[in-house]
Structures are given as structure tokens and as C-alpha cells.
């Protein structure tokens, strides 16, 4: 069947990452985290001492940047001009960053259309905040997965390298609905499921459920554009 893209949108902690990866691997598709692109903006902005206010110089550095998912015996890895920054975006300061350049429009626009460019021959699984409504509006299967905000903060907390604490959690839980807050809420792209997507719910599911379930999906909506051709 004709490879397609498969949006999958969602907040922090709804399993985005985890659930699109393995989907990813069991479609033989490529997996495009458009979040890590966000992450990794961010982390050089304050590396180079760029403030977030100053749009054209937020702008200058998307464009001299290249950001690559590469496949090393480690896993996929997230490089900026060939440096691996894998470990670096993947703090909660991080995310935090990424949450914040995202709001930044010069910035969307240039990541935006590299992300679309990446897609363009389809056998995507591309995750992130607006890649159903904005990015891919025209993909072929879009869903939206969700879950409890105290499910996702448990879920992020586990992240940390050691036993989290409840007081790790309820800092966890509050920056999540500040960044869910903030991403909802912008002016540009905002968080939302898009219309035609599939919302999953995935608080009480594990990821195996998840990945079953669009597996499935996946496979009912090339069938049916194939029977169409």
C-alpha cells in the first residue's frame, strides 16, 4: 500500500513519543518528532544567549540549523549541525523552552516548513503539538491522544533518573498544566485535536493497547485509500 502520514498530536505525557516510535517501527515508517525540533531551538537559543523576545535572531538560528534524526546503535538520536543532543533536550528545563520558542511565530514558520518537507513523501509518523491541524493538515491519519493530567505527571516523573518524590510529581503536575495552559492558549497554532482526528484516551491503556489500536487504525484508512484508487 501507498505509504502515507500519520499525525499524531497531543499534550506532555500522553504517550506521544513512546506509543509513535514503536508505531513508527511497526509500520517501517520513519518517526519525525517535531517536539525535539522545538526542544533543540531552544536549548541553543540559551546556549548563544538569545532572548526569546528578539524573533529575528530566534529566526536566523532555525535557519542555520540542521536538525537530523539519526539511527545509531544507541537509538534514534536528535543532532543540531551533527552534534548530538539527545540528553541535552531532554530535561524538564528543556521542555520548558521548547514550550516557549514554539509561541514565537518566525519560529513555527521555519520549522514548519522544514517539517513539511520531511513528510512530503509520506511514510511518516510525525508527532507533536500541530502537526494534524497545521503541518500535515491533508495527512491521511490523524490522531490526538490525551490523558489525565496527573497520569502524565506520574508518567514524567518516572523519567527522572531516580525514585521520584511526591514533591517531584506535584512540581511535574504543575508544570504541565502551566505548559498545557500556554500551548492551548497561544496565538499561533494552538493545541487542539484536529477535526477529522481520532482522540485516545490514554490514561487506564498501556502502550502495547495503543499501538495495537493504531496499528489498526493505520491499516483500515491505507485500505480504504487504496480501494479508492
Do not use: W
Amino acid at each position: 500500500m501507498t505509504p502515507v502520514v500519520v499525525a499524531v498530536d497531543g499534550p506532555a505525557g500522553a504517550g506521544k513519543s513512546t506509543v509513535s516510535r514503536r508505531l513508527a517501527e511497526a509500520l517501517g515508517y520513519r518517526y519525525i518528532d517535531t517536539g525535539a525540533m522545538y526542544r533543540v531551538i531552544g536549548v541553543l537559543a540559551v546556549e548563544r544567549g538569545i532572548a526569546f523576545s528578539d524573533s529575528m535572531q530566534l529566526a536566523s538560528l532555525c535557519d542555520a540549523t540542521r536538525i537530523d534524526f539519526v539511527e545509531r546503535p544507541n537509538g534514534l538520536r536528535t543532532c543540531a549541525d551533527g552534534r548530538d543532543l539527545s540528553e541535552a533536550i531532554r530535561t524538564v528545563d528543556a521542555a520548558q523552552l521548547a514550550s516557549k520558542v514554539s509561541a514565537v511565530p518566525e519560529v513555527r514558520e521555519r520549522l514548519v516548513a522544514q517539517q513539511r518537507a520531511m513528510a512530503a513523501a509520506g511514510g511518516v509518523v510525525m508527532e507533536g503539538r500541530d502537526i494534524g491541524t497545521v503541518v500535515c493538515p491533508d495527512a491521511a491519519v490523524k490522531i490526538f491522544l490525551d490523558a489525565a493530567v496527573a497520569e502524565r505527571a506520574r508518567r514524567r516523573a518516572g523519567d527522572v533518573r531516580r525514585q521520584p518524590t511526591a514533591e517531584d510529581v506535584a512540581r511535574i503536575e504543575q508544570e504541565i498544566a502551566e505548559r498545557d495552559a500556554r500551548d492551548r492558549t497561544r496565538a499561533h497554532s494552538p493545541l487542539r485535536p484536529a477535526t477529522d482526528a481520532v482522540i485516545v484516551d490514554t490514561t487506564d491503556k498501556t502502550i502495547d493497547e495503543v499501538v495495537d489500536l493504531l496499528r489498526a487504525l493505520v491499516a483500515r484508512r491505507t485500505a480504504a485509500l487504496a480501494s479508492h484508487t
